[in-house]
């Protein structure tokens, strides 16, 4: 395994990262074919002995049972200073969460009460890395750097991420963080992969020029250049999420075959052809996240 540092930090990080989003009990009502507790730690074992010691989750993941998961994987498998641990906060942490039901978005109010439920369910006294799931637009965006500021400083969190928004958004909130000496974000976590590379054109170019580290996420397309087009999973016939973004098979049919051909031809799997089809700053992936 090769180790890196998430952009310009100091945060040292496994070059293949495990995302944890598959991983919760599929009966919590968010994803049907999460993998439950027996099944999915065998898969941190894995990731332990392959030197992957960069691990992504999010409160949101089967309602917080995937940090649960992580959290049980942590005490079974490993000392917290071997891993550098992540997690997420926007959405809430419980079935209907939003406005008037639960806490969500990235108010101050917000970011302190999920990042203490995080942290409990986690099993943890911080996370090194913390991150945005969304843009908010209805917090300022300095009262959300601020939060996030504290938490730094309070230490729950080592470094804070972003995640899946506008450069514009972006860059905007850096510079809040810039003009009031706050914590600024080390890593931005987007989607990307053969079938949505949107990224290209403004995203990827801020991040270089800032020093600031990307771990794309959905690298195989929701598993769609992983398999000829037309062919389903368990997944992909009950995915909300991946089939809004990738429900057009006569669209991407062309990259799909694309990318069959060239695995035929080279005899190795189609998820190897597409992981080799990103920016030459990207490495590779595991079950969710990719780190450039």
């Not at 919760?24 to 099944?39: N, Y």
């Not at 302190?112 to 300022?140: C, K, N, W």
């Amino acid at each position: 395994m090769k180790y890196t540092r998430l952009g310009n930090s100091g945060l040292q990080v496994s070059s293949i990262a495990l995302g944890c989003m598959s991983f919760g009990d599929p009966t919590s009502g968010h994803l049907p074919w999460s993998l439950p507790k027996d099944d999915a730690l065998p898969f941190f074992r894995q990731a332990l002995e392959l030197g992957i010691t960069f691990w992504d989750t999010a409160n949101v993941y089967s309602y917080g049972d995937s940090e649960r998961i992580v959290g049980e994987a942590l005490r079974q498998f490993a000392n917290r200073d071997e891993i550098v641990l992540a997690t997420k906060a926007h959405f809430g942490d419980t079935p209907g969460s939003g406005p008037g039901l639960r806490v969500a978005g990235l108010s101050r109010r917000a970011i302190m009460q999920q990042i203490d439920a995080s942290l409990a369910r986690l099993g943890t006294d911080y996370v090194d890395l913390y991150q945005i799931h969304r843009f908010d637009p209805e917090t300022p965006i300095e009262e959300t750097m601020e939060a996030l500021h504290d938490v730094v400083k309070a230490g729950k969190a080592r470094y804070i991420g972003a995640s899946a928004m506008w450069t514009w958004q972006f860059a905007n909130m850096q510079h809040a963080a810039d003009l009031h000496g706050w914590t600024r974000f080390v890593s931005m976590q987007d989607q990307y992969s053969l079938l949505y590379r949107e990224e290209e054109r403004e995203m990827f170019g801020l991040l270089a020029h800032q020093g600031v580290g990307s771990i794309p996420y959905s690298p195989l397309a929701k598993g769609r250049v992983a398999r000829p087009a037309g062919e389903h999973t368990r997944r992909s016939s009950d995915d909300p999420v991946g089939n809004s973004f990738f429900a057009d098979t006569e669209r991407d049919r062309p990259v799909i075959d694309a990318v069959q051909k060239i695995s035929e031809a080279r005899n190795v799997s189609m998820a190897q052809i597409a992981m080799v089809n990103r920016p030459r700053f990207c490495a590779a992936s595991m079950r969710g996240a990719a780190l450039c």
